[in-house]
T-cell receptor, first 115, second 114 residues
Framework: DGGITQSPKYLFRKEGQNVTLSCEQN?????MYWYRQDPGQGLRLIYY???????QKGDIAEGYSVSREKKESFPLTVTSAQKNPTAFYLC??????????????FGSGTQLSVL | QKEVEQNSGPLSVPEGAIASLNCTYS??????FFWYRQYSGKSPELIMF????GDKEDGRFTAQLNKASQYVSLLIRDSQPSDSATYLC??????????????FGQGTTLQVKP
């Protein structure tokens, strides 16, 4: 089955620790995205990538880093510089061509909490 | 002013009624609008998208867009308890290099009471 796989489902971070959230897709989509969702809030864009080896900052990129070495993979690292990392993290992908181009396919999410 | 604004609710309707969810946006150049449904603890799923002024119907769902007044709405007819969820309104960003980049509202929680 085609889709987006996020892991782990739950993640705990200790003070000063970097953690990496995994996102893999087999939809052959060119574009991938990371969103953050806080309780009772909408989604805010952290980073996005439209092609391999290229990515752009979203609205709240500070304290996060990404890489896009393969089309299928877009891991997100939450660094120790992110002082309030507790949130639900959603990875998404979309086709660059076809309509609507903004039709996002979401993974099942990772809930990150601070110990 | 938030870019995409929704009333967080909760909006409570009886089973079988019409639920009306509203969204306003600030960027007059916005071209495309999306409604996502999100169950608690789950990821959003796309319900409707609309580009043109007027109504777009899909089953029990109707999206309405009024670009002059900068609002978009979602009507759910014959509401069912299974429709109870948070509904996220989003607008697409226009211009080159912004493929798939969406701006989301904070969501409206809908409760359908049996």
């Amino acid at each position: 089955d085609g889709g987006i796989t996020q892991s782990p489902k739950y993640l705990f971070r200790k003070e000063g620790q970097n953690v990496t959230l995994s996102c893999e897709q087999n939809l052959n989509h060119d574009a991938m995205y990371w969103y953050r969702q806080d309780p009772g809030q909408g989604l805010r864009l952290i980073y996005y990538s439209q092609i391999v080896n290229d990515f752009q900052k979203g609205d709240i990129a500070e304290g996060y880093s990404v890489s896009r070495e393969k089309k299928e993979s877009f891991p997100l690292t939450v660094t120790s510089a992110q002082k309030n990392p507790t949130a639900f993290y959603l990875c998404a992908s979309s086709p660059v061509t076809g309509q609507p181009r903004e039709k996002l396919f979401f993974g099942s999410g990772t809930q990150l909490s601070v110990l | 002013q938030k870019e995409v604004e929704q009333n967080s609710g909760p909006l409570s309707v009886p089973e079988g009624a019409i639920a009306s969810l509203n969204c306003t946006y600030s960027d007059r150049g916005s071209q495309s609008f999306f409604w996502y449904r999100q169950y608690s603890g789950k990821s959003p799923e796309l319900i409707m998208f609309i580009y043109s002024n007027g109504d777009k119907e899909d089953g029990r769902f109707t999206a309405q867009l009024n670009k002059a007044s900068q609002y978009v709405s979602l009507l759910i007819r014959d509401s069912q308890p299974s429709d109870s969820a948070t509904y996220l309104c989003a607008r697409g960003t226009h211009g080159s290099g912004n493929t798939g980049k969406l701006i989301f509202g904070q969501g409206t929680t809908l409760q359908v009471k049996p």
